[in-house]
């Protein structure tokens, strides 16, 4: 029995770089090593505390299940940054109304401060990241990833 030579058979695949998984996660790893290294600097917040926050003031009150959600992160994660962030004093707790068992999160006045900051670093990051992107080039692409997104989050049959 003949064995298939594996060069050959790899050969049939994209090369692993060329492939659009492996340059999205590239360009995920590039683009956060630079942001990592700015939020302490201009915010004062880990990158994942400051995306907390953004989340926070972009769509308050939100419960930290809904945090967790628009973060991307796993619940015990975004409990923990609100958590540090009521701590910090940037965002107040307070009870869901109609079921005192709920939290809802909403920034304080020094954390309104703080997450304008972090927007301006948000939006100036995106300048950086897609500024070699025409504004053509940038509406197809946001069109694009809202597909992808939309497609990648219906149920699987």
Same mark, same amino acid.
């Given at each position: 029995?003949?064995?298939?030579?594996?060069?050959?058979? @790899?050969?049939?695949?994209?090369?692993?770089?060329?492939?659009?998984?492996?340059?999205?996660?590239?360009?995920?790893?590039?683009?956060?090593?630079?942001?990592? &290294?700015?939020?302490?600097?201009?915010?004062?917040?880990?990158?994942?505390?400051?995306? +907390?926050? @953004?989340? #926070?003031?972009?769509?308050?009150?939100?419960?930290?299940? &809904?945090?967790?959600?628009?973060?991307?992160?796993?619940?015990?994660?975004?409990?923990?940054?609100?958590?540090?962030?009521?701590?910090?004093?940037?965002?107040?707790?307070?009870?869901?109304?109609?079921?005192?068992?709920?939290?809802?999160?909403?920034?304080? @006045?020094?954390?309104?401060? #703080?997450?304008?900051?972090?927007?301006?670093?948000?939006?100036?990051?995106?300048?950086?990241?897609?500024? +070699?992107?025409?504004?053509?080039?940038?509406?197809?692409?946001?069109?694009?990833?809202?597909?992808?997104?939309?497609?990648?989050? @219906?149920?699987?049959?």
């Amino acid at each position: 029995m003949k064995q298939d030579n594996p060069t050959k058979a @790899a050969r049939k695949h994209a090369p692993l770089e060329r492939t659009l998984t492996y340059r999205m996660h590239l360009l995920h790893k590039l683009s956060d090593l630079e942001s990592q &290294r700015q939020y302490p600097l201009e915010v004062g917040l880990s990158l994942s505390d400051g995306r +907390c926050l @953004a989340a #926070v003031g972009s769509f308050e009150p939100i419960s930290v299940n &809904r945090l967790a959600q628009l973060a991307n992160l796993n619940k015990a994660q975004a409990s923990r940054a609100a958590q540090f962030l009521v701590e910090e004093g940037l965002v107040a707790k307070g009870n869901t109304e109609g079921d005192g068992r709920g939290v809802q999160l909403k920034l304080t @006045a020094r954390g309104r401060k #703080v997450w304008q900051k972090t927007m301006d670093l948000i939006e100036r990051r995106n300048e950086e990241i897609f500024g +070699c992107l025409s504004a053509q080039e940038m509406r197809v692409l946001g069109a694009l990833f809202d597909r992808l997104i939309q497609h990648n989050s @219906a149920p699987q049959a």
